[in-house]
């Protein structure tokens, strides 16, 4: 096995973090401001890129990784986790919004999974961050990820964060599903991702929806989320106060005097 072998749980329920158990001298690497704490025996170090060929890979091999995670929307660097102990020692990692974390054993999807941007929050020493670059026009413009997607590989754990709640789905083969363009956590490599068209007039202006929606055709393992963190900015955005100091008033016809009745009293 390439990859070191670490051992992990998860904790929370809305706003989760992950518990690295690390043997001495085991590694794990992460994304940068993801860390939440360590014990005394670990050490930390920034790397370039996704630290899988940190030996022997030359600067030009570490300039051509981290290039690629400038692609995918991450960080020029990574951060490094060495327990350099005698004794286990445990580090952890923290979801960047509420959601879930979710755990990806790479040897259960043939080495390879393939994430939305900006998703990757940790992995063991040896598993390689890439770019998956999609061949479809349609996809490329439509797709809400664009021309560019995260390839995980390897031969162990990794993780990745989604927002709000999880859902997972198996799809046989010839099996299609539909989905949001933004809802989208990952999915394994033998699935088919192509964009769709809504279509029709209303569905098109006042479906409320976008134009277009994700069509994953099995077989393979697909995982969506309730909660996309772009349409949890709008939300946020959206509701935030205007200048002057007035904020959008929702559910109410009464404006400023229905926050009153219904439990905003904002001053």
């Known amino acids: 096995m390439q990859a070191h072998e670490i051992d992990y749980q998860i ?4 706003m989760q973090y ?3 158990e690390l043997d001495p001298r085991e590694i794990v690497i992460a994304e940068a401001g993801s860390f939440m704490m360590m014990e005394d025996n670990i050490k930390m170090e920034t790397i370039f890129g996704d630290g899988s060929q940190q030996q022997g890979s030359g600067l030009f091999g570490q300039l051509l990784n981290a290039g690629k995670r400038v692609l995918t929307g991450e960080s020029l660097f990574m951060t490094a986790f060495l327990n350099q102990g005698n004794t286990k020692s445990k580090v952890s990692f923290a979801s960047p919004y509420p959601g879930k974390i979710l755990p990806i054993d790479l040897t259960q999807f043939q080495g390879k999974f393939i994430c939305q941007k900006s998703s990757f929050l940790c992995a063991a020493k040896g598993v390689s961050v890439g770019i998956e670059f999609s ?3 349609g996809r490329g413009l439509f797709g809400g990820e664009g021309f560019i997607m995260q390839k995980i590989e390897g031969d162990g754990m990794a993780f990745v964060h989604s927002g709000g709640t999880m859902a997972k789905k198996v ?5 299609v599903l539909k989905v949001d363009t933004g809802c989208i956590i990952g999915f394994t490599k033998d ?3 192509d964009i769709e068209f809504i279509g029709g007039i209303k569905n098109s202006i006042f479906g409320g929806e976008g134009l277009f929606y994700a069509t ?4 393979g393992t697909v995982y969506i989320q309730s909660l996309p963190f772009s349409r949890l900015a ?6 935030a106060p205007r200048s002057g100091g007035n904020s959008r008033d929702e559910g109410s016809l009464l404006g400023g005097l229905g926050n009153l009745l219904d439990g905003d009293n904002r001053f």
Request: aromatic letters at 8%; proline letters at 4%; zero cysteines.
């Open 171 to 175: 799809l046989a083969h010839g099996e």
């Open 216 to 219: 994953l055709k099995g077989p």
């Open 135 to 137: 061949q479809k026009l």
């Open 234 to 239: 709008d939300r946020i955005i959206a509701s």
């Open 11 to 14: 904790f929370g329920e809305e």
């Open 18 to 20: 992950v518990e690295i």
């Open 191 to 193: 699935v088919n991702y």
